[in-house]
């Protein structure tokens, strides 16, 4: 009979489903009331990441779908909408059923949570590629064209060639070769285009932290150039800055 400190030890390095199932076969007959409660957490800690490893698996049906032509590419872009900075693309191969868990729409997850699940996806694919498009760029042929742009880009420096191109809501011209499928909100029903959400999201942040260190009044550490108020009040004090996109403030300076 195991000492409570050892068994509570036991319980936080639990992470899988068979250490959780393990443990709980293990310490169920346990009849000291301290067991009976770390029990009954197992019991939820299995349930929760049940439920987990089954919107994994929901996740993955595009994938399933696709799997026999060959690998297969998720693309996502983040950075449509803010009034300043970039807007960035992530292309992502994963391996064949990849079962990287809390894989979500990156806007869902906290950016704790986004940096662990980079790192994550960075080790496991198979390849990643990064697109992306200036503001003045952005200006020049318009947000949407170049985020197309961008997701081209993406694709093309990817060291492993997809077959099937698994896209959040958009169809790329110039990308025949390709097997495209478009999905509305492809980022929470396909765990590839999660994971690109992810890796584009993390990147812009990271980028839009730097500028923040060039130009601190409008907080770009904070809004990631999105027009929130902060940054609204600063854009009508001290007018633009040199990453901010003139076609998107007009209603502001």
Do not use: W
């Not at 809390?102 to 080790?123: A, C, H, P, T, W």
């Not at 997701?151 to 495209?180: F, R, S, W």
């Amino acid at each position: 009979m195991g000492s409570m400190t050892d068994i509570k030890a036991a319980l936080q390095l639990a992470a899988t489903r068979e250490e959780y199932v393990s443990f709980i076969e293990e310490y169920s007959s346990d009849e000291r009331a301290g067991v009976k409660k770390l029990v009954e957490s197992a019991e939820k800690k299995l349930k929760a990441l049940e439920k987990e490893m089954a919107r994994i698996e929901e996740m993955k049906k595009y994938e399933k779908e696709y799997a026999h032509l060959g690998p297969i590419c998720g693309i996502d872009e983040v950075g449509r909408g803010p009034l300043a900075g970039p807007v960035y693309t992530a292309a992502v191969v994963l391996p064949p059923d990849c079962d990287i868990l809390y894989v979500n729409d990156s806007k869902k997850l906290s950016e704790k949570k986004r940096e662990e699940l980079y790192d994550v996806i960075m080790e496991k694919a198979l390849a990643v590629s990064i697109g992306c498009n200036s503001p003045e760029r952005i200006d020049e042929i318009n947000i949407l064209n170049a985020t197309k742009e961008a997701m081209v880009m993406a694709v093309k420096n990817l060291k492993v060639k997809p077959a099937t191109l698994l896209i959040d809501a958009v169809h790329l011209d110039g990308l025949d070769e390709y097997n495209q499928v478009s999905i509305i909100k492809g980022d929470a029903k396909s765990i590839s285009i999660a994971a690109a959400s992810i890796v584009a999201k993390v990147t812009r942040d990271r980028i839009m932290k730097e500028e923040a260190k060039k130009y601190p009044e409008y907080f770009f550490d904070s809004n990631k150039g999105y027009g929130s108020q902060d940054h609204i009040e600063a854009l009508k004090k001290y007018g633009p800055c040199p990453i901010h996109r003139r076609s998107f403030i007009g209603n502001f300076v």
